[in-house]
């Protein structure tokens, strides 16, 4: 019963045309609310608005999935009879999978250089992480906390000292308000702030600061923390045995291939300001005594490690230049490649077979009149 | 009168006087006789560097410039070049020519000019053009409104905020382009008195006329007479004229810097940047070529005005020369003659005109069923398809791109796949239908396109990361293909249901039904195919495949409209008639992909959308649901129980099957 439900043309229908009505909506609701709320209210979620009872794009996309999978063993016995059909359905069916492997496992994140500038660390735009240091020297180990993983009243515990922290407020995108006239007792702001001021979010994530303030416990005389994600420095905690340890709230970095920015250059079309090119030389750290120069240029990424790096910005207004790149690891990226090719082919098949089909019939018609 | 007092009168006489038609000038005595059309080639091909950084010929550069003042791309008879070159050449000879264009009438109010104009003794209370000798009373307040406009963001100004603004830019735009020469006139009165000055500024009794070049060139020797002056009380009489003369050439250039004619090259190979002739004669006086370059603009100005075409020609030539070798890396430079040409040819425009021919024949062959016309569409059919193709040709050569670099280009890459395909049906079936269909559809578009024209320069420069790439180039080509291949279904769709209503017979409905789905089908494979690749171009660019762009929504729209179609007739959830409407709507899916999604302003592809567009846009649309309401309350009527058994209210007599 399920499965033929599942397996129903009807249901292809349905969902065919409920995720038109969710691309319009989707694409309107982008006008006031930016791209990325759209996203999370009607593509990504299973349900609108993640709590509506109408299906958001990812049970739409979900159930479409099962109804491809399971019309296979409906309806395709002979679908040796229609290779078009069947190898456009299995591009599709790779196609979602492979939407859905890059949105579960896909990595974007960023490296922002200033030339003459290296680093091993691309940062999220999105995520954010409590991290402690036992040092703050250059090279160093850290722990980390992802905030989207924490909750109120959650415990954090660091392997490398004794110091546990617990949740007590979260703020998704605030400011902090500074002390009056004295510093609270117990309380540590690397900012000097004494509480928080949520602010509505943004409809631009990257934009949103998070704010977190953590009980303490296992410290001397510390016994809160208020980390905000503007904090310049982490705030510097002394633990029961003397030793120091520093905590603080920034975006969640991820280890990449270490790389120095060489030279930026950008260039406009004449007499505008139209960009013409603008290109980032890097040199590569890929072991000992191993080092390669690259240019990352509009539509030449680097490709390393399982990263892939884009230029994706720059601000020349400095005196010393500044190159961004968009960084993305994503193991899946080429199904849905794959899956393309294998779709239109069958598309094109299937409807040259049907058309054939059709044209030999009305000629049998017409031979027969 | 002082010498000196009568130089600082001058001052403010010789600067206006490039600037209203009330005073007395001496740029516009000269004869003027038609100039030849060698003459007129020879400038059409002129470098110019236009504002979005492309160098194109003066030919295209004074289209855009009509355009932008006008919304036109001539003026009456004369060419956007002959309007451009009688502005330069005759600054005050075009005051009354109605070409600004004021879309809004509340700003000719707020200016307290009248919202009718007398053309030659007539009023014309509907033009929304007027001249600069009928808008200048109101400059005053007109440029009062633009600077209080200027100071509100330009997303929060209000229409004729706005329009204020743009009218204001347009007037300063035509002004300075009548001064681009104005500093090779003499200076009207003025009158050297002091032995000193004059023998400062070589002048004889046998000078004639002093140019203001001519103060320029000699303002070296000005200040040398004032060196030793200490203060003012004790300026000799020389020293005051001296004086005089120097603040005037000061104010004069301060004027005359970086008019927007952008002619000449400041340094080879170099900088990239253009200069206009008055800045290449005064700002880098070390680099000969260049000044040399600007004298022969200057002589070209004067050639021009004596009618001297043969040496008009020759110095454009040399101009051009100049140009092309100092910008030899920019490969648009050596190809200006070519543009100008493709220009000339106005291959899109004839085009338009045949497929119009074709579109009767067919018509003609549809409605009558007669095979001689039939055949005889097919002549203008194949030259305007030659045209269009030979005029794409030309675009793809002369910008070393795909044909689809912007809205201008897929409507006329739209319409040549839409013809293409219509042949191919006409080839497969031979009833006319082909043909009809296909006239049809490239002379919509061809329409469209010469409206999007307005927007600006056709071949404009693209962003870095629109520049070059496989994936972005196939990706656009496919999905331009799957908009023809759905559009085109979409219009089989509305004969599909035309036919239905006329009670055509059986066999018709059938085949034009087969038709509508080969092309629907071919249109939902370019169309998944160009998707996607758009999703492969982003994951190539900027690593990520999918973002839900309201364009790439807007492609996707197509995708899952047509599958569903598709879907439901395979089911039997719809029937002929519902494959019918369903293709007819893909048509809407397809308009709204195409023009809709640029309404929104957001994401990666919102390029130039226009209110005409904009209006364009919506009427389809009800039209188009009109349409199918109405075909569907007709169609019910006609197929329902209360007629069933009688003959057809609708149709009194079929027609005669015409396929």
Known sequence: MIFR??????????????????????????????????????????????????????LVLGLLFLNLLTSFFVHYQAGWRMPGLMLTHIGLIMLLLGGFFTRISGIEARVRLLEGQGTNMAFSLTEWEIYQVTELTQYREVEAAYVHEIGKRDRIAFEDSGIQLTVRELQKNATGLPAQDQRVPGLVSPSGFAALQPLKKDKEPFKNIPGVRLQVDGAKEVQELLLWGGDALPAKVEQEDGTMVYIGLRRRRYEIPFMRLLEF????????????????????????????????????????????????????????????????????????????????????????????????????????? | ?????????????????????????????????PPPASALKSVAELPVLHGGGRVMPLDTFSRLVLLQISGRRSYGEESALEWMMQVLMYPDR?????????????????????????????????????????????????????????????????????????????????????????????????????PEVREALELTDESGPIRFLHLREHTPQLIHLV??????????????????????????????AELPLPLLPEAPHGTDHFLAPYDALTKTMQDQDLVNAGRRSLELFEAWRAGNWQEVETLAGDITAFTRARMDHLRETALTG???????????????????????????????GSDLWRKMAWVPLAFGLLLHVVGLGWRIYLTARPPVTNLYGTFLFVSLVCVLLAILVEVLVKNGLGLFVGSLIAVMFIFLAERYIATGDTMGKVVAVLASNFWLSTHVLAVTTGYAGVWIAGVFGHIWLIFKLLGKDKD????????????????????????????????????????????????????????????????????????????????????????????????????????????????????????????????????????????????????????
């Open chain 2, 1 to 33: 009168m002082k010498p000196a007092l009568s130089v600082l009168i001058l001052i403010l006489g010789f600067v206006g006087c490039s600037r209203g038609p009330d005073s007395e000038t001496a740029i516009d005595s000269s004869p003027e006789t």
């Open chain 2, 338 to 368: 070519f543009e100008a040409r493709f220009n000339r040819a106005n291959y899109f425009g004839r085009a338009k005109v045949f497929y119009l021919f074709a579109f009767f024949l067919a018509l003609g062959s549809v409605v009558s």
């Open chain 2, 508 to 659: 018709t409905l059938k085949l034009v039904q087969l038709i509508m789905e080969g092309l629907l089908g071919f249109g939902l494979t370019f169309a998944f195919l160009g998707t996607m690749l758009g999703g492969v171009w982003a994951d190539q660019s900027w690593g990520r495949f999918w973002g839900w762009d309201p364009k790439e929504n807007g492609a996707l729209l197509i995708v899952l409209w047509t599958a569903a179609v598709y879907h439901a007739r395979v089911g039997g959830l719809i029937k002929e008639k519902g494959m019918a409407m369903g293709a007819v709507a893909g048509c809407i899916t397809v308009m709204v992909a195409w023009l809709g999604v640029n309404l929104l302003s957001v994401g990666l592809h919102s390029y130039g959308f226009t209110d005409t567009m904009l209006n364009l846009f919506v009427g389809y649309i009800a039209v188009e649901l009109a349409f199918m309401a109405v075909m569907g309350v007709l169609l019910y009527l006609k197929e329902s129980v209360f007629l069933s058994g009688s003959k057809d209210p609708l149709v009194s007599e079929p027609p005669k099957p015409a396929l």
């Open chain 1, 265 to 369: 250059e950008h260039t406009y079309y004449p007499g505008s300001r139209v960009p013409k090119d603008f290109r980032s030389r890097v040199e590569l750290e890929l072991g000992e005594d191993r080092q390669r120069s690259v240019d990352i240029y509009m539509n030449h990424p680097l490709r390393l490690n399982g990263w892939t790096f884009f230029q994706h910005s720059f601000n020349a207004e400095q005196e010393t230049e500044m190159s961004e790149f968009a960084a993305t690891r994503n193991f899946g990226r080429l199904i849905p490649y794959w899956a393309t090719g294998i779709t239109s082919l069958g598309l094109a098949m299937h409807f040259l077979q049907v058309q054939w089909m059709q044209l030999q019939r009305m000629k049998k018609k017409e031979a027969s009149a």
């Open chain 2, 94 to 194: 075009g005051l009354d020519d109605v070409i600004f264009l004021v879309e809004h009438p509340d700003v000719l109010s707020d200016m307290n000019v009248p919202i009718t104009q007398e053309v030659e003794g007539k009023a014309k209370p509907s033009t929304r053009r007027f001249s600069y000798n009928h808008l200048r009373p109101g400059l005053g307040e007109l440029q009062l409104l633009a600077g209080r406009a200027r100071n509100i963001p330009e997303d929060q100004r209000g229409l004729v905020e706005k329009e204020a603004v743009r009218l204001f830019e347009n007037i300063m735009l035509y002004d300075q382009f009548r001064q681009t020469f104005a500093f090779t006139q003499s200076v009207p009165g003025i009158e050297i008195k002091t």
């Open chain 1, 5 to 58: 439900f599942l397996s129903s043309i009807k249901l292809t229908v349905v969902c065919l045309l409920w995720l038109t009505v969710l691309v319009i909506w989707g694409t309107i609701y982008q006008v006031d609310h930016g791209i990325y709320k759209a996203q999370d209210f009607f593509f990504n979620p299973l349900f609108l608005f993640k709590f509506t009872p109408l299906p958001g794009g990812m």
């Open chain 2, 227 to 256: 060196e030793d002056a200490t203060d003012s009380e004790s300026l000799t009489e020389a020293q005051t004229e001296a004086f005089a003369v120097a603040r005037l050439v000061r104010q004069a250039e301060s004027h005359w």
